[in-house]
């Protein structure tokens, strides 16, 4: 590469690179070329999500509170401009652009097999230059509102958040990402601008490229069409969240053939995000408790409790909030609940196996290298682990160095049953009726 100001990452055990570059706008940019890809991955994305309702700002004095559902808002309305809609803008050159909002993070995106920097300059140029009116702003609440309705009547969106009233007291993570009707027809325009000019500063916001890109043009480019940022830094704001949960068991009914759960466990959270040694531990043991190939899961899935489309575990975690879960579709998500808390007593108990461990670490390392094949999921670890301050590579190498003992330990740390809730969703009573 020719721009000095690009720094090469290589990881000696894949044999892969990437290169950073702390733009003089305030952005941070990661180019991971693959020369042999045919597509090109991108994202432009800000540390920036629904629990993001309460903050500071390091140049003013006081707290700002803002509508729940304001980032989600947001991010439909960066799409819009005086020029046009930044959809038809990238019809035009055959990519397949997107956007989501979680918890903690809004990301921009495109993929494409050919003209990338022009799909990059409609990037960079649509999410610097937000257009708010009160007329277009009224017109989204509507949309949204729709949004808003459908989610609630979607049973796989309704068991998770149920989960999550029961266990968080008061952290916002217990809160629909989209808001409610309510909330979102608080919003103005002035308070969408209020959070862009917060938020959308590059100081806090990545951008990331992984594919058939060439790194010295994605630099000209960010020189040409970045805006520089001033260096405001963000306190969030949460309420004091107790170590207890609000209730262990929540159901709901709705029409579906089978009940679905939710089973998790609120996590301690104290001494802030966790190393990529600690994500990785923390996976592999969720790995040997719940694989398809566990005694946990033959025994669920030989008593016909659950079946292998639906079944699922994960860890996840942010600002203020972390918690491991088991989810999916059984005839009886209490029996299922009861198996998982004996699997976990009993590893605990008796010691887990140096074969399980092994099995599981080199199941997930051969995943993680696996994911280094997709520029898709390149990006998307890259920006994921990068707003909580880790890399992928330190990521991917910590699966070489974890023991079985520091697997052990994590089972002793996570997973209390005085922290677990179960949430059920239930056949509604007509449906029941129709199919006996």
Request: proline share 3%; hydrophobic share 35%.
């Amino acid at each position: 590469m020719n721009d000095k100001r690009l720094r090469k990452v290589e990881s000696p055990r894949t044999g892969d690179y990437y290169y950073t570059c702390h733009h003089e706008s305030g952005l941070e940019i990661t180019i991971y070329p693959k020369t042999k890809f045919r597509t090109t991955y991108a994202i432009f994305g800000t540390h920036y999500g629904s629990i993001d309702s309460s903050f500071k700002r390091s140049d003013e004095e006081s707290i700002t509170n803002v509508p729940d559902g304001i980032a989600h808002y947001l991010e439909h309305k960066m799409f819009e401009s005086e020029q046009g809609d930044a959809f038809e803008r990238y019809a035009k050159t055959g990519a397949n652009a997107n956007a989501f909002t979680s918890f903690d993070k809004t990301c921009y995106l495109f993929s494409c097999a050919e003209r990338v920097n022009e799909n990059l300059e409609i990037l960079l140029d649509f999410v610097q230059d937000p257009y708010f009116t009160a007329e277009t702003v009224a017109k989204e609440q509507g949309i949204i509102g729709q949004e808003i309705k459908m989610y609630d009547d979607e049973p796989g969106w309704r068991v998770m958040f149920n989960m999550l009233e029961c266990m968080y007291h008061n952290h916002p993570v217990k809160k629909d990402v989209c808001g409610t009707v309510e909330s979102i027809a608080q919003i103005t325009p002035e308070l969408l601008y209020s959070c862009y000019n917060t938020f959308y500063n590059l100081n806090n916001m990545t951008l990331v490229l992984a594919g058939n890109v060439n790194p010295d043009e994605v630099l000209e480019i960010c020189d040409r069409v970045l805006k520089k940022s001033e260096d405001v830094t963000i306190e969030r704001i949460f309420e004091e969240e107790p170590d207890t949960i609000v209730k262990p068991y929540i159901e709901q009914k709705f029409s579906v053939a089978m009940p679905l759960f939710q089973f998790g466990f609120k996590e301690n959270v104290s001494g802030g995000f966790q190393s990529e040694k600690d994500i990785a531990t923390t996976e592999i043991l969720l790995e040997i408790i719940a694989s398809d190939a566990s005694p946990l899961f033959l025994k669920l899935y030989n008593e016909e409790l659950i079946n292998e489309a639906s079944f699922s575990y994960e860890f996840f975690e942010g600002d203020g909030f972390a918690c491991t879960m088991f989810g999916g579709e059984s005839r009886d998500p209490k029996r299922v609940a009861e198996e998982i808390l004996r699997e976990i007593k009993f590893l605990r108990e008796e010691g887990i196996s140096q074969d399980d461990f092994e099995v599981a670490k080199k199941s997930l390392y051969g995943a993680n290298i696996q994911g280094l094949n997709s520029s898709s999921a390149i990006a998307n670890s890259i920006v994921t682990l990068g707003f909580s301050g880790r890399e992928l590579f330190r990521y991917i190498d910590s699966f070489a160095e974890i023991t079985l003992e520091d697997v052990q330990n994590k089972l002793d740390e996570l997973m209390r049953e005085d922290r677990a809730v179960l949430s059920v969703i239930l056949p509604s009573e007509e449906l029941k009726s129709e199919g006996e």
